[in-house]
Nanobody, 119 residues
């Protein structure tokens, strides 16, 4: 079993910065992808940024150039630095750990942390 514990987030004014982190514990495959998703009220959950254990990253177009994902493989921790925040970034941010077994994905989720950007 895998547990994901998120921290950070909160309230910030537009143009400000916030960071969130997520620590994974339990039985974790060495080769995996850690990611951040977000879900705003009335909207579907969307991928914000992801990073594989090999260092490959991908970002949603809406956050490119503003958000940076990083990870510490030794600590099984993923970070998301969010700069130049906009009100439309307001959402619950969820940490995700994914690995593949026989080509089938297995996903674990954190409990979510609120990020609110005021205008």
């Amino acid at each position: 079993q895998v547990q994901l514990v998120e921290s950070g987030g909160g309230l910030v004014q537009a143009g400000g910065s916030l960071s969130v982190s997520c620590a994974a514990s339990g039985s974790i495959f060495r080769i995996n992808r850690m990611a951040w998703y977000r879900q705003a009220p009335g909207k579907q959950r969307e991928l914000v940024a992801a990073m594989t254990s090999g260092g490959t990253t991908n970002y949603a177009d809406s956050v490119k150039g503003r958000f940076t994902i990083s990870r510490d493989n030794a600590k099984n921790t993923v970070y998301l630095q969010m700069n130049s925040l906009k009100p439309e970034d307001t959402a619950v941010y969820y940490c995700n750990l994914r690995y593949y077994v026989s080509s089938s994905p297995t996903d674990y989720w954190g409990q979510g942390t609120q990020v609110t950007v005021s205008s």
